[in-house]
């Protein structure tokens, strides 16, 4: 059978674990194949923030390969690549005959955490319900065939065959002889592997891998993979799960993912972007680490294994204005759990007071970039950082947060004016730091570290002088910030804004002090040259990064996002709409398109978080000075509704519709305080001060 160009498997998650769903409503070996390179994700288990021992990892996923030097594991460089831990899989047969899949059609339903499957086997057609459970390591098949056949399920710990980069991770593996089940031993953790099938008469071992066989028309396969990362270890999931039954299970799953997307709504007028929409709602909860509260690139090892990065910036703020404020703490939280290594890391690597948070980070806050040790001096991380810690308070009005994030800005604001900033007879400016191209090379002045280290100094300031904590730190901040402005006006060529001094071109570089930064306003006439050469770079194209002729769907939404902000809703839209090849079946997003649309990978959470963000301000922006709402639709939109989106402390609903020239909007103040914020709503414009608890309905013309 061959599988089309946008296939990809089904991706479920609960935070701690990342399961791949393949074409037959269980696991399949096969890789996708729209790949340009032949390594995409075979169907595999992996827990978020359980990687590989150093001392058995053959080699990094080919990805990671640095182009100056072997990727090999050494000492003190670890690479912490996420661990594959195991699969489970299916066969039919009817009579002796076997079954081969000869079509199947899928859907996966992220407001139930559910993939629903049909599957023909040739011998008997199946349909197949497959989820995670949200609150344990529990994944639950169940099949009903329209004939009685055979059912042969197979599960092993590991890896489907040993190749490559593709190993068994384990340091121990023990298999139990009156179950099929196994202790295993990964780095510092015990762990636990068991399948079961509900129906099944007979089960063995051959080498590594049960099967276990029934007869009949309906089964439930359950296969559960625990460990002791977030408590003792529990044997006893697969038969809980048996006493409580399938359709228990299930209805707490759908109970689960219904309430999360509770929190807000968006009727998206175009299919294609709506399920992309809401399976990047549910992959942002799917991926968060429920003890670390970090949200990582993804939970694959495609996805670079689980680890954070800046990237985390476009997640939380997608979160924000969807309503998530408790997903939104939790990722918070991560920086407040990570402190030490961060005070550590500065004082190591850089000899300087203050916090620095180390490029590619695991979920206690280590490094985990192997030898591309010159990424250590890639800060712009740390600015969306501290973008990430204000807006949490910036979207809420939650003072609470402000007086725990405080310490945290603070203490960057120290290492960047340390370590990052030096006074020149020019002024004040960045000092050579390995850009966002992530070559190892420095350069001075790069556009995204100096916008960022801008905006970490002004974040600091407004919140030092919002809980009246003013001193002569953040005095000094005020001064150093107003000379870096200056810097960043040389890098305006009168085109647009230059990578860096000395790099004349554009990258995302270009873009980042207008957003996400933040720091020159969209309609600043620069800004608006800007936008125009960099889509006149990429004209009738996947916008690019770095100079790159390949698409790069995260990029391509940040500059959607400022075309939002400068009413060329049509631009935005068209921006957006040729990012459509990077899309998979399922709506994940790949985080490269090569020139003949091939991907490096599926869900990847950076262009989830962008687009989404970028689809909510063609309806609502969110800026420093106000809201628009509105002023940016495009044409195509006829109508539309949202409902419970977050900005400047209110929470926002309305609707709107072309044909009746109409909009309504809802401000609700669920804070504690009275809240006044400049609004515009299509042409109407104007102060508006909502009271604590009060909603208050506007209805005006469209244009």
Same mark, same amino acid.
């Given at each position: 059978m061959q599988l089309p160009r946008d296939y990809y498997h089904a991706?479920?998650?609960?935070?701690?674990?990342?399961?791949?769903?393949?074409?037959?409503?269980a696991m399949v070996p096969d890789r996708p194949p729209n790949g340009?390179?032949?390594?995409?994700?075979?169907?595999?288990?992996?827990?978020?923030?359980?990687y590989y021992p150093e001392d058995r990892l053959v080699d990094v996923v080919p990805p990671r390969h640095p182009p100056f030097?072997?990727?090999?594991?050494?000492?003190?460089?670890?690479?912490?690549?996420?661990?594959?831990?195991?699969?489970?899989a299916y066969e039919v047969d009817v009579e002796g005959q076997a079954g081969q899949v000869q079509g199947f059609t899928q859907t996966f339903v992220p407001e139930e955490g559910t993939v629903y499957t049909t599957v023909d086997w040739g011998v008997a057609r199946a349909e197949v319900t497959t989820f995670l459970c949200p609150d344990r390591p529990l994944l639950v098949i169940r099949y009903r065939f329209n004939r009685p056949v055979r059912l042969r399920v197979r599960a092993a710990p590991g890896v489907w065959q040993e190749e490559g980069h593709e190993t068994d991770p384990f340091d121990a593996l023990t298999f139990l002889d009156g179950r099929p089940a196994a202790f295993y031993r990964l780095g510092p953790y015990q762990g636990f592997i068991e399948v079961a099938l509900v129906e099944a008469r007979r089960w063995g071992r051959?080498?590594?891998?049960?099967?276990?066989?029934?007869?009949?028309?309906?089964?439930?396969?359950?296969?559960?993979?625990?460990?002791?990362?977030?408590?003792?270890?529990?044997?006893?999931?697969?038969?809980?799960?048996?006493?409580?039954?399938?359709?228990?299970?299930?209805?707490?799953?759908?109970?689960?993912?219904?309430?999360?997307f509770a929190a807000s709504r968006f009727e998206l007028p175009d299919p294609t972007f709506d399920r992309v929409y809401r399976t990047s709602r549910y992959l942002f909860k799917a991926i968060q680490n429920p003890?670390?509260?970090?949200?990582?690139?993804?939970?694959?090892?495609?996805?670079?294994?689980? &680890?954070?990065?800046?990237? %985390? *910036?476009? !997640?939380?703020?997608?979160?924000? #204005?969807?309503? +998530?404020?408790?997903?939104?703490? =939790?990722?918070?939280?991560?920086?407040?759990?990570?402190?030490?290594?961060?005070?550590?890391?500065?004082?190591?690597?850089?000899?300087?007071?203050?916090?620095?948070?180390?490029?590619?980070?695991? &979920?206690?806050?280590?490094? %985990? *970039?192997? !030898?591309?040790?010159?990424?250590? #001096?890639?800060? +712009?991380?740390?600015?969306?950082? =501290?973008?990430?810690?204000?807006?949490?308070?910036?979207?809420?009005?939650?003072?609470?947060?402000?007086?725990?994030?405080?310490?945290?800005?603070?203490?960057?604001?120290?290492?960047?004016?340390?370590?990052?900033v030096e006074e020149t007879p020019r002024g004040f400016e960045i000092r050579p730091m390995v850009g966002v191209d992530e070559r190892p090379v420095r350069v001075r002045n790069e556009g995204i570290t100096l916008a960022g280290t801008i905006r970490l100094l002004e974040r600091y300031i407004r919140a030092a002088r919002l809980l009246g904590r003013e001193d002569g730190r953040v005095e000094r901040s005020a001064r150093v910030a107003v000379g870096l402005r200056r810097t960043l006006d040389r890098l305006y060529n009168g085109r647009y804004f230059q990578a860096s001094e000395g790099e004349d071109h554009l990258n995302v570089s270009s873009l980042a002090p207008i957003y996400p930064m933040e720091v020159i306003p969209p309609e600043d006439p620069r800004a608006i040259r800007t936008v125009r050469a960099y889509r006149e770079r990429y004209a009738g194209r996947m916008v690019g990064h770095g100079n790159s002729e390949w698409g790069f769907p995260w990029a391509a939404a940040v500059l959607a996002t400022i075309q939002a902000w400068q009413g060329d809703g049509e631009g935005a839209w068209q921006t957006l709409r040729e990012i459509r090849p990077a899309f998979s079946i399922h709506g994940g997003i790949a985080e490269t398109v090569d020139e003949e649309g091939r991907w490096n990978m599926q869900y990847f959470g950076t262009a989830h978080g962008a687009l989404c963000t970028a689809l909510h301000h063609l309806v609502v922006q969110s800026?420093?000075?106000?809201?628009?709402?509105?002023?940016?639709?495009?044409?195509?939109?006829?109508?539309?509704?949202?409902?419970?989106?977050?900005?400047?402390?209110?929470?926002?609903?309305?609707?709107?519709?072309?044909?009746?020239?109409?909009?309504?909007?809802?401000?609700?103040?669920?804070?504690?305080e009275p809240i006044s914020i400049r609004l515009r709503i299509g042409p109407m414009e104007g102060e508006f001060t909502v009271a604590p608890g009060e909603v208050r309905r506007i209805q005006t013309s469209l244009f």
């Open positions: 991706f479920l998650g609960n935070g701690h674990d990342g399961v791949l769903i393949g074409y037959t409503g340009w390179h032949p390594y995409l994700d075979r169907c595999q288990w992996y827990k978020s923030d359980r030097a072997e990727a090999l594991p050494k000492t003190g460089k670890p690479w912490a690549e996420l661990a594959p831990l195991g699969y489970t051959e080498g590594k891998v049960w099967w276990l066989e029934g007869e009949g028309a309906t089964f439930t396969h359950y296969f559960a993979i625990v460990d002791d990362y977030a408590g003792p270890l529990d044997t006893g999931v697969i038969p809980r799960a048996m006493a409580e039954g399938p359709e228990a299970l299930h209805a707490r799953t759908r109970a689960f993912w219904r309430a999360y003890v670390s509260g970090g949200l990582p690139v993804g939970n694959l090892r495609l996805t670079w294994s689980s &680890h954070l990065f800046w990237d %985390a *910036y476009f !997640i939380h703020r997608a979160l924000l #204005e969807a309503n +998530h404020v408790a997903e939104g703490e =939790a990722a918070i939280s991560f920086f407040l759990r990570t402190r030490e290594a961060a005070e550590r890391h500065a004082r190591e690597d850089f000899g300087a007071p203050g916090l620095k948070w180390d490029w590619e980070l695991t &979920h206690r806050g280590e490094p %985990a *970039y192997g !030898i591309w040790v010159h990424q250590k #001096e890639q800060v +712009h991380n740390n600015a969306a950082y =501290a973008n990430m810690l204000f807006q949490q308070y910036a979207f809420t009005r939650d003072r609470r947060i402000l007086e725990q994030v405080l310490p945290l800005l603070e203490g960057l604001a120290v290492f960047f004016l340390h370590a990052v800026q420093e000075d106000g809201i628009r709402i509105g002023t940016s639709l495009p044409a195509a939109w006829e109508s539309g509704a949202w409902e419970s989106w977050r900005a400047h402390g209110l929470l926002l609903s309305g609707e709107w519709d072309r044909r009746r020239n109409h909009m309504e909007v809802l401000l609700r103040n669920p804070t504690g």
